[in-house]
């Protein structure tokens, strides 16, 4: 028996329902935060956090380029060293921005709504993706952490896989342009405006 406002969250997180709707109002919702956080931005923690946001843009496109969703099991590039890079990547990503407020109040609050969604999606797709390849995703699963990168058991060509067509296919080259648009707007509104 866990807590009962954990496993509320929990249920909420897990509810497909609730999980579509999110899906389909994420464009506005993001451009609603983004709007949000402007006012809050303090000018001297920008680079600071565009720093860390591009880190995990760097992330994300080395998963987009390492990543043949539901075909292979993805094991090279940055999955080699953590089975979830790719929340690892959006997280600094998001973080990035919310750093810029200097608010430890927002950055502790994001990172908590942040590690329920990523537990909770990472818990799908890890029950989708033994389904899918079964006895060689347990393997992968038991050799390669979670969350925490090691570099334990990595081999080094594994570890440099980059594809260009993955990165295209997956469309990790929108994915940065969208990034670069939405930390652009932020500076334009901080340093310009």
Not at 38 to 44: A, D, G, S, T
Not at 55 to 67: K, M, N, R
Not at 132 to 153: C, D, H
């Amino acid at each position: 028996m866990g807590f009962p406002l954990v496993d509320s969250i929990d249920r909420l997180c897990s509810n497909a329902s609730v999980r579509r709707h999110l899906h389909a109002l994420r464009f506005p919702l993001a451009a609603l935060c983004l709007a949000l956080v402007i006012p809050w931005i303090k000018p001297e923690w920008f680079l600071p956090g565009l720093v860390v946001a591009a880190a995990g843009e760097a992330v994300q496109i080395w998963c987009s380029a390492s990543l043949s969703k539901n075909k292979l099991l993805a094991a090279k590039g940055p999955y080699a060293l953590v089975r979830n890079p790719m929340y690892l990547g959006r997280y600094l990503l998001l973080l990035g921005g919310v750093l810029m407020t200097a608010s430890v109040a927002f950055v502790v609050g994001f990172s908590v709504v942040y590690y329920f969604y990523m537990v909770n999606r990472v818990r799908r797709e890890e029950a989708n993706l033994t389904a899918i390849f079964g006895e060689r995703y347990r393997q992968y699963w038991a050799r390669v952490n979670r969350f925490l990168p090691s570099l334990r058991n990595v081999a080094g060509a594994d570890l440099l896989y980059f594809n260009w067509q993955l990165l295209l296919k997956n469309r990790g080259h929108l994915h940065l342009l969208a990034a670069v648009l939405a930390y652009g707007i932020l500076a334009s509104f901080t340093f310009v405006w």
